[in-house]
């Protein structure tokens, strides 16, 4: 099956053909440093991670780039309510970013440009827009004349004639700009300097570059004038990413990108979740104070097709940790039976590794995954294969615990196992057990009937990674848990 995906520029999934054969230039606009990341974020990186993901394990050798925005009035507010600096705070969340993705399991780009570290691109950006007359100076400011690009509105299908003033994205609906632009559509690439604000020079006098010249720039710099994806989220269809479009476009004569990707917000209540609303929760805050864990918060992600919204509850995270229970179980097949089905390489530091595994790629799973993943990055989908996949190795571990012998035979199993672990990977959900600790003294009942209560009141609680982590400890130490109908849990001590 041929791999398709949904272009937001011709509004419809087309056969994936990247411009050279066997790479992809991929690009994701990046998070604007000014606060912790919360839920939306996590979704759009999520799903760039699985997108890359997935395109490399089909074979491609993928150039990933993910800008930072450190150059933003919303940076500036922070550090002057902090008494601080748009450098220091910039830093400090994009240290931030880091930590909490790597909790999210969110492979690290192959570059993280930065505004700051691409002005002279920038600069030189604008001038060609300027010498080609696409843009004019006013009084400190360059503005991008978004009449004289006749593709204007083509990516978020609007008409200019129907289009509000603020087209920066950036300002308030009070434009204070207005009085310098020729129309009021256009928009600033270049602003002049104010007091108080970090400002560089420039052919057009000391100031800072707008917000989606940026892009523009760093897209050019680091992968070319043409790239295979541009993704993002859909609140950037407009201006944002048509704005790049007019801007990149109208200086190099090709077009930016051959696809373009955006994934839906995440809502609450049915309402966008965001910073400027209020109602976000941040990652930290969610895995920290709520207790979630990272793995549960991916699957939350994946159950929803990346393209519609995702509406977060305290309900669908408490199903999600549910799922994520099944999922464990069957990733942690191997580890748990290894010994007893009689592996002989349960001991070696490649068992469990999915880089060292092997599965049949022309198995039932395989192809149900690869064509829900063909279709678009169907993450729901493919999700399906793996539960399929986890509940039937649930089953036999089961048996193997209470019966002592399976119905399929060990090499059967150990082909589902690692067929499990494989694709679960390209979607960025690992369980990696202590396997040492499988062979400590074993607990004493009352040792077990404590840790099952100290479980019991974190559940209530809602603390999810506390009574996540209560469940693996006891795994560890070869005691299984068994939850019943009425908050009722039993155990037993597995064999071998």
């Known amino acids: 099956m041929t791999l398709t995906l949904y272009n937001t520029l ?45 395109l490399a394990w089909r074979g491609y050798e993928v150039r990933y780039v993910q800008n930072f925005t450190d150059i933003d009035d919303k940076i500036l507010n922070r550090a002057r309510a902090e008494g601080s600096s748009m450098a220091a705070v910039s830093e400090r969340f994009i240290q931030a970013y880091f930590e909490d993705m790597a909790r999210l399991n969110v492979m690290e780009a192959d570059e993280y440009p930065r505004a700051t570290h691409t002005l002279d691109g920038i600069k030189r950006l604008v001038h060609e827009l300027e010498q080609k007359g696409y843009a004019y100076p006013a009084n400190g400011d360059v503005y991008y004349a978004v009449h004289s690009f006749a593709g204007y509105g083509k990516l978020s299908g609007r008409k200019l004639e129907d289009m509000q003033a603020g087209a920066s994205g950036r300002v308030d609906a009070a434009d204070l700009d207005a009085p310098k632009k020729r129309d009021p559509s256009d928009f600033a690439l270049w602003k002049a300097a104010k007091p108080g604000e970090p400002a560089w020079e420039s052919p ?82 969610l895995l920290d104070r709520d207790g979630a864990n990272p793995m549960a918060v991916r699957l939350f992600i994946l159950q929803a097709t990346y393209r519609r919204p995702l509406d977060f509850t305290t309900e669908a995270i408490a199903s999600a940790h549910k799922s994520w229970d099944t999922m464990r179980d069957g990733l942690l097949f191997g580890y748990k039976h290894g010994q007893q089905l009689g592996y002989s390489d349960v001991d070696d530091s490649s068992f469990g590794n999915p880089e060292y595994m092997r599965m049949p790629e022309d198995s039932k799973a395989v192809r149900r995954f690869r064509e829900s993943m063909d279709d678009d990055i169907n993450t729901p989908g493919a999700l399906t294969v793996l539960f399929e996949l986890a509940k039937d190795l649930q089953k036999e571990s089961n048996r193997l615990t209470h019966d002592g012998k399976t119905l399929a035979d060990p090499q059967t199993l150990r082909s589902q196992w690692q067929t499990l672990v494989v694709l679960a990977q390209i979607l960025g959900l690992a369980a990696s057990p202590d396997v040492g600790a499988q062979r400590a003294a074993p607990l004493q ?19 999810w990674a506390e009574g996540d982590r209560i469940r693996d400890q006891l795994k560890a130490k070869g005691i299984s848990l068994i939850d019943k109908p009425g908050g009722i849990t039993d155990w037993i001590r597995e064999s071998g």
């Open 445 to 463: 009942e009352a040792e077990i009937a404590a840790l099952i209560q100290q479980r019991a009141v974190a559940k209530q609680a809602k603390n």
């Open 204 to 285: 057009w006098g000391s100031g800072r570059p707008g917000w989606h010249i940026e892009c523009s720039a760093m897209v050019r710099d680091r992968l070319g004038d043409t790239i295979d994806i541009h993704a993002g989220g859909n609140d950037l269809i407009f201006p944002h990413h048509e704005n790049e479009i007019a801007q990149s476009e109208a200086s190099t004569g090709q077009p930016l990108s051959r696809y373009w990707m955006h994934n839906g917000m995440v809502t609450v209540n049915g309402e966008k979740m965001s910073k400027s609303l209020g109602n976000f929760t941040t990652i930290r805050d």
């Open 10 to 54: 011709t509004r419809r999934k087309e056969p994936f053909e990247p411009l050279e054969a066997g790479k992809v230039k991929m690009y994701y606009c990046g998070v604007t440093v000014y606060d912790h990341c919360h839920v939306g974020h996590a979704r759009a990186c999520i799903v760039w991670d699985v997108v890359r993901r997935y």
